[in-house]
């Protein structure tokens, strides 16, 4: 069973068989895909749960029509499975500030 959860979790896809529970978290890009924007719940889902796959769609070509309708194509598919974040670079781009009353 495939399930499309991307909604309400912070991960895109459930993938169950038998006993064996296996979550993705898709990323697309029209980089290379050497390196993919990530949100803090993804990071935190990625390192608590035991099997999580990072499925990235790279070299993605947008095309934006004169009617305002966007247009994807092409595109590379890499898979990394299992998806160890710690293998890989994390760097900050923000912080969230509580301002003071």
Known sequence: MVEDVH???????LCI???DEIRIEVEGTTTA??????????VEHACKFPH???????????TRHSDG???T???SESVLD???VEQGLLTPLGFKYEVPK
Do not use: K, M
């Not at 909604?7 to 896809?13: A, K």
């Not at 895909?33 to 993804?42: F, K, P």
């Not at 796959?53 to 070299?59: D, P, R």
């Open 52 to 62: 999580v796959c990072l499925f990235i769609v790279s070299g993605i070509e947008v």
């Open 33 to 42: 895909g050497d390196q993919v924007i990530l949100t803090a719940n993804e």
């Open 82 to 84: 299992p998806w160890h």
């Open 17 to 19: 068989a038998g006993d």
């Open 7 to 13: 909604g309400n979790r912070s991960y895109d896809l």
């Open 73 to 75: 194509s092409g595109g």
């Open 69 to 71: 309708q966007i247009e």
